[in-house]
């Protein structure tokens, strides 16, 4: 997995796959209607995405009704095999072809994109200015890339701010996405020469949730992933602790443990000149 950083590399390695791809959440409606209606091309779509992990924006889309009919092929790459692995596991659409791949070297031929996706992912991207000239050389004219995350949303409850600050101690200066350092891509030379100023959208929401998913969740980050066993079972036991005060928990449904897990989607545009 060459140009792959290390701490995913590891983090997102065998082993830690099944937890990712059951721990992790999928992606609204709303924001996969968003994108939907910024493809300028008519449908059926050539479809690129790149970090596509286990595939759970794969399946998101392909169940989605604006999109289940509207996608032509779908090549998805992803550098970590054990990750390929589980996609080609839980993603079963003949339209869809998994391969190993990074942001700046795909296989994909020249002009053959409508659409690029990268979920959860290109905060990992080691450089941006590389990564926009192939993103310009798959996509068609009037070609888009659209970028996508989600994020617990701290400022909605105390016990998720605690959960981020207890979390986020073990970053280790990784690249993460609430760091904002991916948006150095729209400033590179490639960027500016190939793709329009991007635009943005943000949606605020209220997940279900409950003590296992909410430790499940942060054991699933790269950076938790690595940690010994010792430490990783004092994160468990730390978020478990948060989660037991209670500070600014809601309840959905107290008898069975469920409550509100805040958290927001953001979408980045990037539209070919």
Known sequence: MAHVHATAQKGFGAGTNDLYDRARPSYQPQAL?????????APPFNVVEIGA???????ALLSHSEWSDAVKQLQAFEPSEGMRTVFSNTVNDDRVKVAEGTFAHTTVESGWADLIIIAQAFHWCPDYNLASAEFSRILKPN????FIWNLEDREA???IAQLRDRIERHE??????????????F????YKQYFEPPKEQIWEYQLEGNKSIVVDRACSKS??????????????????AIIDRSDGRKWIDESKGLFEYPYKTYVVIAQKK
Do not use: C, H, M
């Open 187 to 190: 400033d590179t030379p490639n």
């Open 223 to 240: 950076y938790i992933a690595i940690l010994p066993e010792d430490e990783r079972e004092q994160v468990k036991q730390d978020v478990a």
């Open 172 to 185: 280790g200066g990784t690249p993460q996405f609430r760091l904002g350092l991916w948006r150095q891509t």
């Open 143 to 146: 070609g888009l890339v659209a």
């Open 53 to 59: 992990g286990t595939g759970i924006f794969t399946r």
């Open 157 to 159: 409850a105390d016990w």
């Open 33 to 41: 209607s968003f994108i939907r209606n910024a493809v300028k091309a």
